[in-house]
């Protein structure tokens, strides 16, 4: 019954109707404030109030839901339903809480990596190496960030033949450790990967603070194929790098360290082969010497067996050649000899010596001829020619 | 392993080896002729795989936002 612009109800109804109306006007909600009254109870729940300097707002949790140690007068965020209790309490049923601002993150921060080391989550001894021969690659990163363009264009400029699997996830906000978490489970479970690389880029703190969350990082450290990080820029640090196996700087870093480059490999090839040949060349070349020496060695041995004997017999014809040619030689030389002594006799010059001499001219009657004697050549003129009787 | 599967990193490292025989103990001027015929083949088929190969990105199509 409802008396005029009221509605009766019992206090259960109240409780539902109200907790119906702010479900349906405020399902989730996100407040940032400061914490205050912070405690655990029964190693379960967890209860704190929101505040600013105007109001407060009373928090409850599961201690499974708390991802980062948290304290009074840290700055977070949470998100969470608001609901009325059936004592009629106001309160604010948290999903996630994170810390904001950098003195609260810093922290946060140190809190939970104080915690996690001493558990020996970043123990380097724990350190695995980026395979040798990596060519199934597991990516867990947003498809729009930059930094996954970045990497993905780096590894493709360096090398070729990978299979690169990616895992589309937040890499930042409350949602993106669960993500992330899921995707690591992912690869984890096929074990189609070798490697698995969670690509962020830089970004503010805030953005970073989700590789804070303690249950990622204890994810990252657990995970069976070993993991690469590059989460924010070099001076940004997250825990998530320290528990990762291997971290990088930049998503080009991460690339670098993940390929070899084509054109380095290239040139290397090219110059191992080089220097082969070149061995090649050398050992022919010391062989071939090595074996003249040998030819020299067997060839003189086989001078003095076989050839020398041989060249006595040509030495011995030698000299019988050499004795004809000295023989044939000195008849030549007995045979010039007579022929200057007859030339010798033939001499015009001898013979006008023995008094003769020599006519010469046309000899006809009136005409002049010349005669020549040993002292003398005389002109004299044809007066008459007689016969001459011969003696022979 | 076929040579058909071998990766890229794995050529590259049997090539590694084929070019370290000639400078070891076991070097042979009898089978170099013959190692360095297979090494350079081998070399061959590295450049070309520098050149050509391409990386296969599938971007999974599971959510992991659930």
Redesign the interface.
Known sequence: MSSAGSIQMTPTELVLAVNQTLEYAYSSVTVVGEMASFKVNQGKWVFFDLKDEESSVPCFMTLWSLRQPLEDGMKVMVRGTPKLTKWGKFSLTVDTVQPVGEGSLRKAFEMLKKKLEKEGLFDPAKKRKIPEDLTRLGVISSVQAAGYADFIKIINARWGGMKVQVAHTQVQGMDAPDQIMRALKYFNERGEVQMIAILRGGGSADDLACFNDEQLVRAVAASKIPVICDIGHEVDESLSDLACDVRASTPSNAAEMLTRDRAEELTKVRRAMMKTSQVVVNGAETAREANRDKVKKISHGILIKYIEPELSKIRENMVGVLKNIERVLSERENYVKQKIVMLGALNPEVVLRQGYAILSGKISPGNDVKITTYDAEIIASVKKILERKKYE | MSKAEK????K??E??KK?EW??SDD?K?ED??EN?KN??EL?KE??G????????????A?D??K
């Open positions: 990766s890229l990193n794995e590259i490292a090539l590694d070019v000639f400078y070097f001027l170099a002729v360095y090494a350079a070399a590295i450049e795989d520098l050149t050509k190969l391409k990386n296969e990105i599938e971007v999974l599971e992991f936002t």
